[in-house]
């Protein structure tokens, strides 16, 4: 009964809300589902937890699904995550066949996005209950584990594991927390910013900074040039017709599923999942010849594995408490900004809002499908938006969101600044943002899980020997480390080739 | 931290909130100095190539919109301190704020593209700043 007295018209109507914000975002190029979960985050203040998360998730969804639009008729991918969906959409728009390929697209999106939430709703409390026994060194290994996997998946391991140490030591600035066991000394602070500093930056004008202001930074040292129009551009044509799906039953269920594992990783993110799945559906398929060139089985694979990065990117932020993607991570301060912790004990502790995530979930893959399928045409117009008019606009709104997450604190506005244009910096330099933030999110749970650890057991030996999990963590860790270099030996060998 | 051995440590209560710093800051210098190694001959000829930041970019949007966001940052806390707890400081700077950047974005500006900039930098900040400090009640500069 109490689900239901939830379940009200207002928290659909945030759903819906959410999710079309979300769709016009990733329609946008150069916008994201991640830029749109910050910038509206303040909107959440007034709204309570269950109807806050109901706009957010509605983002994350629309924002996932909006990046076929622009992939499939202008060849740009809206979000990294649409990446793969370019190679057979825009051949597809150029074969007269646009309407089509969108609404493969949107169909492929809705399985991708259901499939990963019934593997959120039975993976997430299972993990939950097998994570509550572990220890301080289990969550450690676990952080350790997370940053490796991170690393492994960036386009240099090295610079990978930088930038996630990187953002681990920024996370350090301030009081050594008491609440959480610290002694309370202030570190790396500089004495005439320790007024300001004692808690640290705030995580959601770092994110804001990070993802909406260097955005913007970077589109305007390239002169905010507009994008190509829809002029020319054909929608019409051939028309889509289910039988399409015809054979690709296989095609959408593993794609849908890696698309769910790798959102399950931490950090990793939807360009993964879909080229992962393309390349899979291309080395299965009995026509590999006809990728590239329109073959709607490339925009099934793409469509399928970055929506099932949706729920997948939940698993490990609901039961463990580490968000599976940068957008994932905001949540986290939604969470934060209820006074709710995420971690192994949310999902017993909430049951409701569990629940309520859940039927937000569906609700927002649904209605997604819905106003894309009716609307695409209109959806289309979206991605000619000038952007003198937009960016502007989010650049005030990130500027509410940092101002007012800690009830008003000007030092949050310069943080968002400061962060935008370290954005920039790490952009130009090739530093990585997805394993800085992860390691920003979770670095003062690592040291306190690491100090405590030494305090309680006077041993770093006992990392290695606490318990079979642990040990398991550690083969983990070893693999991800190996993999990556093995990958990056063969990225170099295949340079020297190409060199020679 | 102090060692009794290759793996027993022992733990200063009163320093414990430089240990994890310390540990970082080791490995992030040795991670720094192993990217020099691997990466530096790249680093040095990009850099000594004069392709470098920042030619190349649009210096006027680039710079237009760090100097604009800071002078926006500047003066909202001081307009706000004029009208306390209203939200005006950010109300009132945010509107001649985005018809500077949209201005600045601009590549062809008509009589009509400045005319929806000026529409779009009154009717924006009013929407935002009702609904949040008016219905909400939430705190604005």
């Known amino acids: 009964m109490e689900l239901l007295s939830i379940l009200t018209p207002l928290f ?23 830029m749109a979960v ?26 996932i699904s909006g990046g076929l639009v622009p992939a499939i008729l202008l060849n740009i991918p809206g979000t990294p995550s649409s990446i793969t969906t370019t190679l057979d959409g825009y051949p597809m728009t150029q074969n007269g066949e646009g309407e089509r390929a969108l609404k493969i697209g ?19 409390p299972a993990l939950a209950d097998f994570a509550i026994k572990f220890s301080y060194i289990e969550k450690f290994l676990i952080i350790f584990f997370a940053l490796t996997v991170m690393a492994a998946l960036s386009n240099s391991l090295l610079v990978g594991i930088f930038s996630g140490f990187l953002g681990v030591f920024i996370s350090l600035i301030g009081a050594y927390d008491i609440s959480r066991g610290g002694n309370g000394e202030l570190r790396l602070v500089p004495e005439f910013l320790e007024y300001y500093l004692e808690g640290g930056f705030s995580l959601l004008p770092v994110l804001i900074g990070l993802f909406g202001l260097s955005t913007i930074l970077i589109d305007a040292e390239d002169g905010m040039k507009e994008g190509k129009g829809l002029s020319g551009v054909k929608i019409g044509g051939k028309p889509f017709k ?13 794609s849908s599923s890696i698309g769910t594992f790798v959102g399950i990783l931490p950090g990793v993110g939807g360009s993964a999942a879909s080229i992962l799945a393309y390349s899979q559906e291309k080395n299965f398929s009995k026509n590999p010849e006809k990728f590239g060139k329109g073959a709607p089985a490339g925009v099934i694979a ?15 932020l609901l039961s463990l408490g580490i968000p599976g993607d940068s957008t994932t991570a905001i949540l986290i301060g939604a969470f934060t900004l209820q006074g709710v912790q995420v971690g192994p004990l949310f999902i017993g502790n909430n049951p409701i809002t569990w629940d309520a995530m859940i039927i937000a979930m569906l609700a927002a893959n649904i209605i997604m499908f819905l106003v894309m399928v009716l609307a695409i045409r209109h959806i289309a117009k979206v991605v000619t938006v000038p952007k003198n008019i937009l960016f502007p606009i989010i650049l005030m709104m990130c500027v509410v969101g940092a101002y007012t997450i800690n009830y008003g604190v000007m030092f949050d506005v310069w943080t968002l600044l400061i962060f935008g244009l370290f954005g920039y910096l790490a952009h130009k330099i090739g530093l990585e943002i997805a394993p800085f933030i992860i390691g920003f999110i979770l670095g003062p749970s690592a040291e306190i899980y690491f100090v405590k650890s030494l305090e309680s057991f006077g041993t770093l030996s006992i990392f290695f020997t606490k318990s079979w999990i642990a ?30 | 931290m102090s060692f009794d051995s290759p793996f027993h440590v022992t733990v200063d209560f009163s320093t414990s909130h430089m240990i994890f710093p310390t540990i970082i800051a080791v490995i992030l210098g040795i991670l720094f100095i192993s990217i020099l190694i691997t990466r530096g001959s790249t680093i040095l000829a990009t850099v000594s190539n004069g392709n470098w930041w920042p030619a190349g970019i649009d210096h006027k949007r680039f710079f237009g919109t760090i100097a604009l966001t800071v002078i926006y940052f500047l003066a909202m806390p001081e307009v706000g301190d004029i009208f306390p707890n209203t939200g005006l400081g950010f109300y009132l700077c945010s509107i001649p704020y985005l018809f500077a950047l949209s201005t600045l974005y601009l ?35």
């Open chain 1, 242 to 254: 289910l039988s399409v799906f015809k054979g690709q039953i296989i095609n959408l269920i593993r």
């Open chain 1, 471 to 500: 040990a398991l963590l550690w083969v983990l860790i070893v693999l991800s480390i190996a993999f990556s270099v093995s990958v990056a030996r063969k990225k170099k060998r295949m340079a020297d080739n190409m060199d020679a």
């Open chain 1, 12 to 34: 659909f109507g945030l759903v819906a809300a959410g999710t079309v914000i979300g769709i016009i975002f990733g329609a946008i190029p150069g916008m994201t589902a991640t």
């Open chain 1, 302 to 316: 793409s469509e399928s594995a970055n929506n099932g990065l949706t729920g997948g990117a939940l698993v490990p």
């Open chain 1, 106 to 124: 949107i169909t492929s999106s809705l399985v991708g996005g259901l499939i990963s939430l019934a593997a959120l709703y039975l993976f997430a």
């Open chain 1, 38 to 63: 910050a910038v509206c985050l303040p909107l959440t203040y007034s709204l309570g937890l269950e109807n806050g998360l109901a706009l957010l998730l509605g983002l994350y969804v629309g924002g």
């Open chain 2, 107 to 141: 590549h062809e500006r008509s009589r009509r593209t400045l005319m929806i900039a000026g529409v779009n930098a009154l009717i924006a900040p009013s929407v935002v700043w009702y609904i949040l400090s008016e219905l909400f009640n939430i705190s604005l500069p």
